[in-house]
């Protein structure tokens, strides 16, 4: 079965570093996402991005955060400085369509923690 | 904020159906009703969606009232395997999942 595969499981960086996580979508879709998790707490919608560009972000998904398809395969989650306050679970997801109707499969996350 | 309301925790014996309700009373016309489940700090797994019709696949089946404004997602035989936090929201715009605090799900031998 296919999967969203996330890279690397556990990360851990410097307060102010930058970090970029790495998704491998499945490979016939074509809608993209980040989610996060903060430990204990519920999971928060980042972004979405189809067509190369983004369709919807959120309130956290301020000027730190870009996100890149750089080569049709991989989709990125760059986090410029990262604080504290990232610290959490990423998770990437995609979808064949708009996810109006349709499921989106999530990958088993990104722990990133930041020291 | 989440939409939809869900009781906290749920406990349910080996092999009996779970019963999971769901409130999304201010869902529209044109919104499918999700759920998903995260299995301890997993990424989230689609279980099933719809619209206005019952729906059921292998994993389980949606009930969906004829108003729209609840469902209730059935586990028709439970294993311990079925323990998770299961989530059900609408999509209330293109590419975002507002997930919620979820039910807690035990499944016991």
């Known amino acids: 079965e296919p999967e969203v595969t996330q890279t690397p499981s556990h990360q851990v960086t410097q307060m102010g570093q930058e970090v970029i996580l790495r998704c491998v979508p499945i490979s016939n879709h074509l809608y993209f996402y980040w989610y996060r998790q903060i430990l204990g707490q519920k999971v928060e919608f980042l972004v979405s991005?189809?067509?190369?560009?983004?369709?919807?972000k959120s309130e956290i998904f301020d000027d730190q955060f870009s996100v890149e398809r750089p080569d049709g395969s991989n989709f990125t989650l760059k986090i410029r400085s990262t604080k504290l306050e990232d610290s959490a679970m990423y998770f990437c997801?995609?979808?064949?369509?708009?996810?109006?109707?349709?499921?989106?499969?999530f990958g088993q996350g990104t722990r990133l923690t930041v020291v | 904020d989440a939409k939809t309301t869900q009781p906290p925790s749920m406990d349910c014996a080996e092999g009996r159906a779970a019963n999971l309700p769901c409130n999304h009373s201010?869902?529209?016309?044109?919104?499918?009703v999700y759920w998903y489940r995260q299995i301890h700090s997993q990424g989230p797994q689609y279980i099933i969606h719809?619209?206005?019709n019952n729906e059921t696949n292998e994993m389980a089946s949606l009930i969906i009232t004829e108003d729209r404004k609840s469902s209730t997602l059935i586990l028709p035989h439970a294993t311990l395997r079925d323990t998770a936090v299961y989530y059900c929201?609408?999509?209330?715009?293109?590419?975002?999942?507002?997930f919620g605090a979820g039910t807690q799900v035990v499944v016991t031998p």
């Open positions: 719809g619209l206005k």
């Open positions: 201010t869902i529209s016309g044109n919104e499918y």
């Open positions: 991005f189809y067509n190369n560009e983004i369709s919807e």
């Open positions: 997801a995609s979808s064949r369509d708009s996810i109006m109707n349709t499921e989106a499969f």
């Open positions: 929201f609408f999509t209330d715009s293109w590419g975002k999942f507002q």
